[in-house]
């Protein structure tokens, strides 16, 4: 078999072509040392003369002839084989490697660029009443907020500010952003009158800076 590539990359598939291939010959060669060991175990170096010089009687010399020549050819084939897979596999490792390299540095360059394009929040929230408007909204604990309404980092005083919007927001969606395991989330979050205290049913604190 020619070694596999020829101008494109080796797969998965040329190796497992490879191995059975390698496969077969380890075969033959065993039916070939069977031969020679049913005409009277000669074996590869047996001499194939008697004492007085003349050709054994006792075996089919052709065979045992044949046979050897046989291993020795399946035993080159085998070892170029051999050599094969392993470069085969050696490639495919390096890709591999290449490859999860490569991966490994779109995550980072991806996480950098979220890092950097991020907003800065300045307040977080510390705890949510289950069945609350800021539940049922899907805002959560450990949320960082970049944007309540028309709060962000740049106007944020104190936490009079984002009471301010949610009094004057109740019965209508706020826009409000967080950041959640380093990944920017929008939430609608409706300030009403719900079973419980206030009109959000959350904690939220002021973030030190």
Known sequence: MAEPGGGRPVTVSDVQQLVRRKDEIEAQIKACYELLEGQKGVGMHEPLVDAEGFPRSD?????????????ICLQNDHKALMKQVEEALHQLHAREKEKQARDEAEALAEAMSQNQSLPQPFAKVNAVTPGSPASVSG??????????GSVNANNFQNLQNVATVVQHSEGRPLSVTVIRGGRRVHVGLTPKRWAGKGLLGCNIIPLQR
């Open 59 to 71: 075996i089919d010399l052709y065979q045992v002839r044949t046979a050897r020549h046989n291993i």
């Open 139 to 148: 805002l959560q604990v450990d949320d960082e907020i970049v944007e309540f």
